[in-house]
């Protein structure tokens, strides 16, 4: 049996409502010590998944504490498969705190962070690939972004690794029945041929699942954008364009020690993460903001550079300096200043512009502003899956484990052609067979499972 957990469910602050969360055997006992339902009522008597009123008592001295909702959810129809009382309150800090408190008192324990979803684990109710993406669901700072989480909170990518997984269960047990009859050589050629085909769908579907990967992280992660040029070509100018018509969605990411605020803006769909923006804002620091060096350390994080370019003047050396910089980056060229009369040659920036695209704009007069947007989201979606249809990986553990299935299963390909020994050949199909397993929280170490937990905010 394990302990009843109780946590603060909502962002602490104040607001209309706050949730104080308990799960676990106790809860309902908990609740009935601290709570007090019209007519005396007991939880313990009420329907289940009900909303009742009710107000929250300090038993110590009876004091009226707050009016509430109760939610009564009895297990296993519950978000961890355990009782569940959820109490609504009034927003705002200090109450909230006071009944978190008062669960405490009468024999809850705070809950970890993420804990609430972890017990939905250990429970069964969903595998370790849908909790994951629950924490991807509440990051999510797009519609994409949040529709791909939902998509794995559902189960798609659960789905498909079943499916691979007992796919190779299939050729497991073809080998093995080699291994069990092994005067049959008839049956060897056969073997081999047959986990050959079957072995090449599976490959293709785990080569699939890394190509849309990338795609996914940038859904969910957003694009490390750059944007990069001489001084007063237009930089800041684009920056506050970007920022105006598209809402910037400004994050503190708490808990890590890059203590610093990140600026995303949503073009198209396309989560864009402005690198160094204080850089480019920051107009008494000319020399450092220009300086070449700058650019190339901003570039390395860059997974798109957005390079500016006055039309309005001749190309110039330090144009060319720091064009050269963007040779192996995704990067949109912009020529700007197209308000202004058009000095620069552009079959110049042409030749020197290592096939990027050329957008014309102007930042004074917003033209061009929407074909740099389609040009963005173009390069990064044009032709790949829509996210919606799309089954994605949502992080690096998940990445590198199928990296590794991936990497075990073309051993066992190679094995198999090169006609080893079909118990070789059982090792590594073997240990895709595990790896995929892991993905979907399979032989999954409890240390790991903490860790990835603890990454959930406090209350889920
Ligand atoms: P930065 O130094 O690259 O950040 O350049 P700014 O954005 O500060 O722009 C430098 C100057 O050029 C400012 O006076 C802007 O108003 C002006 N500017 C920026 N974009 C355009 C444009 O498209 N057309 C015109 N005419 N002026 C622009």
């Known amino acids: 049996m394990s302990e009843t957990i109780a946590a603060i469910s909502t962002a ?6 706050g949730i104080v969360r308990l799960s676990g055997s106790e809860a309902f006992a908990i609740a009935d010590k601290i709570i007090k339902l019209p007519k005396d009522k007991k939880i313990k008597n009420i329907d289940s998944h009900t909303i009742n009123y009710g107000h929250v008592i300090n038993p110590e001295n009876k004091e009226k504490i707050e009016e509430i909702m109760l939610v009564k959810m009895a297990a296993p129809k519950t978000y961890t498969c355990e009782d569940i009382i959820e109490i609504n309150c009034h927003g705002g800090i200090v ?10 008192d009468n024999g809850a324990r705070l809950a970890e962070p993420g804990e609430f979803t972890k017990r939905a684990f250990l429970n ?6 849908q909790a994951e993406a629950v924490i991807d669901f509440i990051k999510s700072k797009t519609t994409e972004a949040s529709l791909l989480a939902n998509n794995q909170i559902q189960g798609r990518l659960s789905s498909l690794i079943k499916k691979l997984r007992a796919e190779i269960l299939d050729i497991i047990a073809v080998v093995e029945v080699n291994i069990d009859y092994p005067e049959y050589d008839d049956l060897e050629i056969e073997t081999t041929k047959t986990i050959l085909e079957k072995s090449v769908s599976i490959k293709e579907s785990l080569e699939n699942l890394l190509e849309t990967s990338k795609q996914g992280k940038i859904i969910k992660e957003g694009l490390n954008t750059a944007i990069i040029g001489r001084p007063n070509v237009g930089k800041s100018s684009l920056l506050n364009n970007l920022l105006q018509e598209n809402k910037a969605i400004v994050t503190d990411i708490a808990g890590t020690t890059r203590d610093v605020l990140e600026e995303y803006v949503n073009i198209k ?3 864009i993460k402005l690198i160094d923006t204080a850089g480019i ?7 450092e903001k220009i300086g070449v060096e700058r650019s190339r350390e901003v570039l390395k994080q860059a997974d798109l550079v957005l390079f500016l370019i006055n039309s309005n003047e001749k190309l110039t050396d330090k144009d060319k300096e720091l064009l050269k910089l963007t040779e192996d980056k995704q990067t949109i060229i912009i020529l700007n200043k197209l308000d202004l009369e058009t000095k620069i040659d552009i079959t110049e920036v042409e030749s020197l512009g290592y096939n990027h695209p050329i957008i014309k704009t ?12 389609k040009s963005i ?8 899956t829509k996210p919606k249809d799309a089954t994605y990986l949502s992080n690096t553990r998940q990445v590198n484990l199928i990296t590794r299935a991936l990497e075990s299963l073309n051993e066992a390909i190679n094995a198999a052609q090169a006609g080893l020994e079909v118990d070789m050949v059982l090792i590594d199909y073997t240990k895709t067979f595990n790896l995929l397993g892991e993905v979907i929280g399979e032989n999954t170490s409890e240390e790991l499972i903490n860790e990835l937990f603890s990454r959930f905010c406090l209350g889920k």
């Open 12 to 17: 602490l602050g104040e607001g209309a409502i």
């Open 95 to 104: 109450t909230i705190q006071k009944i978190l408190q008062l669960c405490l």
């Open 124 to 129: 069964g109710r969903i595998d370790l690939s």
């Open 281 to 287: 804002r920051d107009t008494e620091d000319v020399v």
């Open 269 to 271: 769909g396309v989560p």
């Open 362 to 373: 102007s930042m004074t007069t917003y033209q061009g502003i929407e074909d740099l947007e």
């Open 377 to 384: 989201r173009n390069l990064f979606f044009e032709g790949k």
